[in-house]
Protein backbone atom coordinates (compact mmCIF):
# COMPACT_ATOMS: atom_id res chain seq x y z
CA UNK A 1 0.00 0.00 0.00
CA UNK A 2 1.00 3.91 -0.55
CA UNK A 3 0.68 6.48 1.34
CA UNK A 4 -1.81 9.34 0.42
CA UNK A 5 1.44 11.91 0.26
CA UNK A 6 3.46 9.82 -2.08
CA UNK A 7 0.32 8.64 -4.49
CA UNK A 8 -0.15 12.75 -4.73
CA UNK A 9 2.74 13.47 -6.40
CA UNK A 10 2.18 10.80 -9.18
CA UNK A 11 0.19 11.38 -11.99
CA UNK A 12 -3.11 10.63 -13.44
CA UNK A 13 -1.95 8.30 -15.86
CA UNK A 14 0.57 6.45 -13.40
CA UNK A 15 -2.58 6.03 -10.98
CA UNK A 16 -4.98 4.97 -12.87
CA UNK A 17 -2.23 2.25 -14.05
CA UNK A 18 -1.78 1.14 -10.54
CA UNK A 19 -5.57 0.90 -9.90
CA UNK A 20 -5.92 -1.10 -13.10
CA UNK A 21 -2.91 -3.90 -11.55
CA UNK A 22 -4.89 -3.70 -8.25
CA UNK A 23 -8.37 -4.33 -10.45
CA UNK A 24 -10.12 -1.52 -8.88
CA UNK A 25 -13.41 -1.15 -10.55
CA UNK A 26 -14.60 1.91 -12.49
CA UNK A 27 -10.44 3.51 -12.23
CA UNK A 28 -11.15 4.47 -15.92
CA UNK A 29 -13.63 7.39 -14.52
CA UNK A 30 -12.21 8.51 -11.25
CA UNK A 31 -10.61 11.73 -11.04
CA UNK A 32 -7.05 12.47 -9.20
CA UNK A 33 -8.44 12.28 -5.85
CA UNK A 34 -10.42 9.65 -6.05
CA UNK A 35 -7.57 7.40 -7.15
CA UNK A 36 -5.72 8.44 -4.20
CA UNK A 37 -8.29 7.44 -2.01
CA UNK A 38 -8.74 3.92 -3.16
CA UNK A 39 -5.24 2.92 -3.10
CA UNK A 40 -3.88 4.77 0.31
CA UNK A 41 -4.25 2.96 3.24
CA UNK A 42 -5.81 5.77 4.94
CA UNK A 43 -8.90 5.08 2.81
CA UNK A 44 -8.86 1.83 4.10
CA UNK A 45 -9.12 2.62 7.64
CA UNK A 46 -12.03 5.60 7.20
CA UNK A 47 -14.29 3.28 6.82
CA UNK A 48 -14.61 -0.03 8.03
CA UNK A 49 -16.20 -2.91 7.95
CA UNK A 50 -18.82 -2.35 10.40
CA UNK A 51 -19.74 0.93 8.86
CA UNK A 52 -20.05 -0.44 5.43
CA UNK A 53 -22.35 -2.94 6.34
CA UNK A 54 -24.31 -0.25 7.40
CA UNK A 55 -23.59 1.62 4.52
CA UNK A 56 -25.38 -1.32 2.54
CA UNK A 57 -28.48 -1.17 4.51
CA UNK A 58 -29.28 2.52 4.28
CA UNK A 59 -28.73 1.84 0.36
CA UNK A 60 -31.12 -1.01 0.07
CA UNK A 61 -34.05 1.48 2.45
CA UNK A 62 -34.22 3.64 -0.77
CA UNK A 63 -32.78 6.79 1.47
CA UNK A 64 -32.81 10.37 0.65
CA UNK A 65 -30.25 12.51 -1.47
CA UNK A 66 -29.54 14.69 1.72
CA UNK A 67 -28.31 11.13 3.40
CA UNK A 68 -26.34 10.04 0.37
CA UNK A 69 -25.01 13.45 0.19
CA UNK A 70 -23.84 12.62 3.83
CA UNK A 71 -22.05 9.09 3.18
CA UNK A 72 -20.17 10.30 0.38
CA UNK A 73 -18.54 12.98 2.55
CA UNK A 74 -17.67 9.97 5.52
CA UNK A 75 -16.56 8.00 2.34
CA UNK A 76 -14.68 10.87 0.90
CA UNK A 77 -16.26 10.59 -2.69
CA UNK A 78 -16.11 13.77 -4.75
CA UNK A 79 -19.43 14.72 -6.38
CA UNK A 80 -21.62 17.96 -7.95
CA UNK A 81 -24.40 19.07 -5.59
CA UNK A 82 -27.04 18.81 -8.88
CA UNK A 83 -25.74 15.00 -8.99
CA UNK A 84 -28.59 12.82 -9.25
CA UNK A 85 -29.91 10.41 -6.69
CA UNK A 86 -29.20 7.33 -9.15
CA UNK A 87 -26.00 8.15 -10.31
CA UNK A 88 -24.90 9.02 -6.58
CA UNK A 89 -25.95 6.28 -5.15
CA UNK A 90 -23.98 4.02 -8.34
CA UNK A 91 -20.96 5.95 -6.93
CA UNK A 92 -21.04 4.83 -3.63
CA UNK A 93 -21.46 1.32 -4.81
CA UNK A 94 -18.81 0.92 -6.66
CA UNK A 95 -16.73 2.48 -3.94
CA UNK A 96 -18.05 -0.21 -1.27
CA UNK A 97 -16.93 -2.31 -3.79
CA UNK A 98 -13.31 -0.93 -3.36
CA UNK A 99 -13.37 -0.92 0.01
CA UNK A 100 -14.52 -4.43 0.60
CA UNK A 101 -11.44 -5.48 -1.35
CA UNK A 102 -8.95 -3.20 0.41
CA UNK A 103 -9.76 -4.22 3.62
CA UNK A 104 -9.88 -7.95 2.82
CA UNK A 105 -6.92 -7.57 1.62
CA UNK A 106 -5.15 -5.46 4.13
CA UNK A 107 -6.61 -8.17 6.57
CA UNK A 108 -4.98 -10.83 4.97
CA UNK A 109 -1.62 -8.62 4.80
CA UNK A 110 -1.73 -8.65 8.87
CA UNK A 111 -2.63 -12.20 9.52
CA UNK A 112 0.13 -13.47 6.94
CA UNK A 113 2.84 -11.24 7.27
CA UNK A 114 3.92 -9.77 4.22
CA UNK A 115 1.28 -9.91 1.40
CA UNK A 116 4.17 -9.76 -1.21
CA UNK A 117 4.89 -13.18 -0.59
CA UNK A 118 1.84 -14.58 -1.21
CA UNK A 119 -0.54 -14.76 -3.60
CA UNK A 120 -4.12 -12.91 -3.16
CA UNK A 121 -6.87 -14.62 -4.70
CA UNK A 122 -9.36 -11.71 -5.47
CA UNK A 123 -13.09 -12.91 -4.89
CA UNK A 124 -16.26 -12.75 -7.18
CA UNK A 125 -16.76 -9.10 -7.96
CA UNK A 126 -20.21 -7.33 -6.77
CA UNK A 127 -21.50 -5.70 -9.58
CA UNK A 128 -24.38 -3.51 -8.42
CA UNK A 129 -27.76 -3.68 -9.86
CA UNK A 130 -28.81 -0.79 -12.12
CA UNK A 131 -31.53 1.16 -11.40
CA UNK A 132 -35.00 -0.21 -13.56
CA UNK A 133 -35.69 4.08 -13.94
CA UNK A 134 -34.14 6.92 -13.52
CA UNK A 135 -37.64 8.87 -12.64
CA UNK A 136 -37.18 11.16 -15.85
CA UNK A 137 -39.39 11.99 -18.31
CA UNK A 138 -37.12 11.31 -21.86
CA UNK A 139 -37.90 9.96 -25.23
CA UNK A 140 -34.70 9.00 -27.03
CA UNK A 141 -34.18 8.19 -31.38
CA UNK A 142 -31.54 6.59 -32.64
CA UNK A 143 -31.05 5.72 -36.46
CA UNK A 144 -30.16 1.94 -36.66
CA UNK A 145 -30.21 1.52 -40.85
CA UNK A 146 -31.78 3.46 -43.67
CA UNK A 147 -35.07 1.58 -43.11
CA UNK A 148 -34.68 0.86 -38.99
CA UNK A 149 -34.89 3.35 -36.00
CA UNK A 150 -34.76 2.64 -32.49
CA UNK A 151 -36.36 4.49 -29.69
CA UNK A 152 -36.24 4.27 -25.75
CA UNK A 153 -37.95 6.22 -23.20
CA UNK A 154 -38.17 6.48 -18.85
CA UNK A 155 -40.79 8.31 -17.05
CA UNK A 156 -41.38 10.60 -14.08
CA UNK A 157 -43.38 9.86 -11.08
CA UNK A 158 -45.64 12.25 -11.83
CA UNK A 159 -45.53 10.35 -15.66
CA UNK A 160 -46.68 7.32 -14.05
CA UNK A 161 -49.12 8.40 -12.07
CA UNK A 162 -51.10 9.38 -15.26
CA UNK A 163 -50.49 6.36 -17.12
CA UNK A 164 -51.81 4.49 -14.14
CA UNK A 165 -55.14 6.60 -14.14
CA UNK A 166 -55.26 5.64 -17.77
CA UNK A 167 -55.16 1.69 -17.02
CA UNK A 168 -57.45 2.00 -14.93
CA UNK A 169 -59.80 3.57 -17.65
CA UNK A 170 -58.60 0.82 -20.22
CA UNK A 171 -56.69 2.97 -22.01
CA UNK A 172 -53.22 2.19 -23.45
CA UNK A 173 -50.18 4.14 -24.15
CA UNK A 174 -49.44 5.02 -28.54
CA UNK A 175 -46.15 5.56 -29.73
CA UNK A 176 -46.48 7.71 -32.83
CA UNK A 177 -43.36 8.16 -35.50
CA UNK A 178 -43.82 10.85 -37.84
CA UNK A 179 -41.99 11.32 -41.29
CA UNK A 180 -40.91 15.42 -41.04
CA UNK A 181 -38.56 14.97 -43.78
CA UNK A 182 -37.86 19.08 -45.18
CA UNK A 183 -40.98 20.48 -43.15
CA UNK A 184 -40.81 22.35 -40.01
CA UNK A 185 -42.98 20.20 -37.87
CA UNK A 186 -46.23 21.28 -36.45
CA UNK A 187 -48.01 18.01 -35.14
CA UNK A 188 -50.49 17.89 -38.51
CA UNK A 189 -48.12 18.31 -41.33
CA UNK A 190 -46.42 15.27 -41.22
CA UNK A 191 -45.36 13.24 -44.66
CA UNK A 192 -46.56 9.71 -43.05
CA UNK A 193 -47.44 8.50 -39.38
CA UNK A 194 -47.46 5.40 -38.07
CA UNK A 195 -49.05 4.34 -34.95
CA UNK A 196 -47.66 1.70 -32.49
CA UNK A 197 -49.59 0.44 -29.62
CA UNK A 198 -47.00 0.04 -26.31
CA UNK A 199 -49.44 -1.00 -23.38
CA UNK A 200 -49.87 0.20 -19.92
CA UNK A 201 -46.01 1.54 -19.55
CA UNK A 202 -43.84 -1.54 -18.97
CA UNK A 203 -42.46 -1.38 -22.88
CA UNK A 204 -39.68 1.47 -22.57
CA UNK A 205 -38.22 0.29 -26.47
CA UNK A 206 -38.96 -0.16 -29.61
CA UNK A 207 -37.48 -0.53 -33.45
CA UNK A 208 -39.64 0.53 -35.86
CA UNK A 209 -39.49 0.71 -39.81
CA UNK A 210 -39.94 3.32 -41.71
CA UNK A 211 -39.69 2.97 -45.28
CA UNK A 212 -38.00 6.09 -47.06
CA UNK A 213 -33.80 6.27 -46.42
CA UNK A 214 -32.13 9.78 -45.89
CA UNK A 215 -35.41 10.96 -44.11
CA UNK A 216 -35.88 12.57 -40.63
CA UNK A 217 -38.26 11.37 -38.24
CA UNK A 218 -39.82 12.43 -35.28
CA UNK A 219 -41.61 10.47 -32.38
CA UNK A 220 -44.49 10.79 -29.30
CA UNK A 221 -45.69 8.77 -26.61
CA UNK A 222 -49.39 9.94 -25.68
CA UNK A 223 -53.25 8.80 -25.23
CA UNK A 224 -56.36 9.48 -26.84
CA UNK A 225 -58.38 11.66 -24.79
CA UNK A 226 -62.17 11.47 -24.83
CA UNK A 227 -62.92 13.25 -27.84
CA UNK A 228 -60.32 11.28 -29.76
CA UNK A 229 -57.79 13.99 -29.89
CA UNK A 230 -53.84 13.05 -29.26
CA UNK A 231 -52.39 14.19 -26.20
CA UNK A 232 -48.30 14.23 -26.00
CA UNK A 233 -47.00 13.27 -23.48
CA UNK A 234 -43.29 13.21 -24.33
CA UNK A 235 -41.75 13.85 -27.52
CA UNK A 236 -38.41 12.82 -29.13
CA UNK A 237 -35.30 14.19 -30.81
CA UNK A 238 -35.23 14.77 -34.13
CA UNK A 239 -33.50 11.14 -36.15
CA UNK A 240 -32.46 11.06 -39.64
CA UNK A 241 -31.47 7.99 -41.61
CA UNK A 242 -28.37 7.57 -43.50
CA UNK A 243 -28.74 7.26 -47.38
CA UNK A 244 -28.51 4.03 -48.97
CA UNK A 245 -26.62 4.63 -51.94
CA UNK A 246 -23.56 6.32 -52.39
CA UNK A 247 -22.85 10.16 -51.50
CA UNK A 248 -23.64 12.47 -54.53
CA UNK A 249 -21.00 15.24 -53.21
CA UNK A 250 -18.64 15.82 -56.13
CA UNK A 251 -16.01 17.31 -53.98
CA UNK A 252 -12.85 15.93 -52.28
CA UNK A 253 -11.77 17.17 -48.82
CA UNK A 254 -7.94 17.72 -48.79
CA UNK A 255 -5.85 18.32 -45.63
CA UNK A 256 -2.15 19.25 -45.75
CA UNK A 257 -0.05 17.79 -43.08
CA UNK A 258 2.95 19.99 -43.05
CA UNK A 259 0.65 23.27 -42.54
CA UNK A 260 -2.66 21.89 -41.21
CA UNK A 261 -4.17 23.81 -44.27
CA UNK A 262 -7.66 22.38 -45.71
CA UNK A 263 -9.23 22.58 -48.99
CA UNK A 264 -11.37 20.93 -51.07
CA UNK A 265 -11.53 20.31 -54.92
CA UNK A 266 -13.25 18.78 -57.67
CA UNK A 267 -12.87 15.00 -58.14
CA UNK A 268 -10.28 14.04 -61.20
CA UNK A 269 -13.06 11.60 -62.50
CA UNK A 270 -15.57 14.87 -63.08
CA UNK A 271 -12.79 16.83 -64.97
CA UNK A 272 -11.80 14.01 -67.40
CA UNK A 273 -13.45 14.00 -70.66
CA UNK A 274 -14.00 11.13 -72.07
CA UNK A 275 -13.22 10.69 -76.03
CA UNK A 276 -16.45 10.20 -78.06
CA UNK A 277 -16.85 6.46 -80.10
CA UNK A 278 -18.94 5.70 -82.84
CA UNK A 279 -22.05 3.62 -82.31
CA UNK A 280 -21.90 0.11 -83.05
CA UNK A 281 -18.03 0.39 -83.83
CA UNK A 282 -15.29 -2.03 -82.87
CA UNK A 283 -12.11 -3.30 -82.60
CA UNK A 284 -12.07 -5.26 -85.49
CA UNK A 285 -10.78 -4.04 -88.89
CA UNK A 286 -13.37 -4.97 -91.70
CA UNK A 287 -11.05 -7.49 -93.48
CA UNK A 288 -11.02 -9.37 -90.41
CA UNK A 289 -15.05 -9.86 -90.18
CA UNK A 290 -14.78 -10.85 -93.86
CA UNK A 291 -12.07 -13.97 -93.13
CA UNK A 292 -13.85 -14.50 -89.60
CA UNK A 293 -16.99 -16.44 -89.47
CA UNK A 294 -19.76 -16.41 -86.95
CA UNK A 295 -21.32 -19.75 -85.78
CA UNK A 296 -24.29 -20.85 -83.49
CA UNK A 297 -23.18 -23.87 -82.25
CA UNK A 298 -19.94 -25.31 -80.38
CA UNK A 299 -18.98 -24.14 -76.81
CA UNK A 300 -17.67 -20.82 -77.87
CA UNK A 301 -19.71 -17.80 -79.27
CA UNK A 302 -16.77 -16.99 -82.23
CA UNK A 303 -15.77 -19.76 -84.09
CA UNK A 304 -12.44 -17.58 -85.42
CA UNK A 305 -10.74 -19.76 -88.26
CA UNK A 306 -9.30 -18.86 -91.19
CA UNK A 307 -10.48 -20.51 -94.79
CA UNK A 308 -7.43 -23.12 -96.43
CA UNK A 309 -6.12 -23.98 -92.98
CA UNK A 310 -5.12 -27.96 -92.56
CA UNK A 311 -7.70 -29.09 -90.61
CA UNK A 312 -10.82 -26.32 -90.58
CA UNK A 313 -14.01 -26.53 -90.82
CA UNK A 314 -15.68 -24.85 -93.50
Same mark, same amino acid.
Given at each position: MWSVENLSRKKVSELKRLAKNKDIRGYYKMRKKELVQALSTEF???????????????????????? #??????KMGITFKRNMKKDELMERINR??????????????????GSSSDQKIEPGPPMIPDLPKSYNTDKLVGLPVNPSWVHFYWD??????????? #????????LLRIYDITFIDFDGTNAHQVWEYDIGN?????????????????????GYLNDDGEFITILRSNSVHTPPNAFSQKKEERWLDLSSGYRFSEPAKGILAKPVLKGVGKSSFFPHEFKERRITSGGGSFFSMMRKGNSGGVE
Amino acid at each position: MWSVENLSRKKVSELKRLAKNKDIRGYYKMRKKELVQALSTEFINEVDPTSMEKIRLLLNSNPRIFE #LRRIAKKMGITFKRNMKKDELMERINRSLVRHEKNVQHSNSSQTTGSSSDQKIEPGPPMIPDLPKSYNTDKLVGLPVNPSWVHFYWDYSDQTLELIKR #LEKRGQSLLLRIYDITFIDFDGTNAHQVWEYDIGNGNTKKYYANVNSPNATYISEIGYLNDDGEFITILRSNSVHTPPNAFSQKKEERWLDLSSGYRFSEPAKGILAKPVLKGVGKSSFFPHEFKERRITSGGGSFFSMMRKGNSGGVE
